[in-house]
C-alpha cells in the first residue's frame, strides 16, 4: 500500500520559515518524479516545485529563489525548504510522486503565513 505522509507545517509569520517533509512507503522511490503542490482556498491546486529522479528541479516563478526542493532517497523522503515567506503562500500543501501511468497524492499539510 502507498502511503505519503507530510508534515511541517503550521502557522508561520510572513518573513518567516517552514520546512516541509513528505514520508513515502509502498513504492521504488527512487525511481519516481516528486512534486509539491499547493492549493489555496478558492483556488487550482498548483505546481510549486519538483524533482526529478535524477535530481533535476523545476520551480513555479513564485518559488523561484525562495523554496528549495530536495530528496533523500535513502530515507524515501523529499523536503521544500520555504523561506521569505508571504500570506499569499497560504494553502495546503500536497506531496505528488508520478512515473507514467501512476501517480499519488499525499493527504496534504496546512501552511498558513499570517502576523
Known amino acids: 500500500q502507498v502511503q505519503l505522509v507530510e508534515s511541517g507545517g503550521g502557522l508561520v509569520q510572513p518573513g518567516g520559515s517552514l520546512r516541509l517533509s513528505c514520508a513515502a512507503s509502498?513504492?521504488?522511490?527512487?525511481?519516481?518524479?516528486v512534486g509539491w503542490y499547493r492549493q489555496a482556498p478558492g483556488k487550482r491546486r498548483e505546481l510549486v516545485a519538483e524533482?526529478?529522479?535524477?535530481?533535476?528541479?523545476n520551480y513555479a516563478d513564485s518559488a523561484k529563489g525562495r523554496f528549495t526542493i530536495s530528496r533523500d532517497n535513502a530515507k524515501n523522503a523529499s523536503y521544500l525548504q520555504m523561506n521569505s515567506l508571504k500570506p499569499e503562500d497560504t494553502a495546503v500543501y500536497y506531496c505528488?510522486?508520478?512515473?507514467?501511468?501512476?501517480?499519488?497524492w499525499g493527504q496534504g499539510t496546512q501552511v498558513t503565513v499570517s502576523p
Open positions: 505528488h510522486v508520478g512515473r507514467v501511468p501512476t501517480r499519488y
Open positions: 509502498g513504492i521504488i522511490f527512487n525511481i519516481y518524479v
Open positions: 524533482i526529478g529522479s535524477g535530481g533535476s528541479t
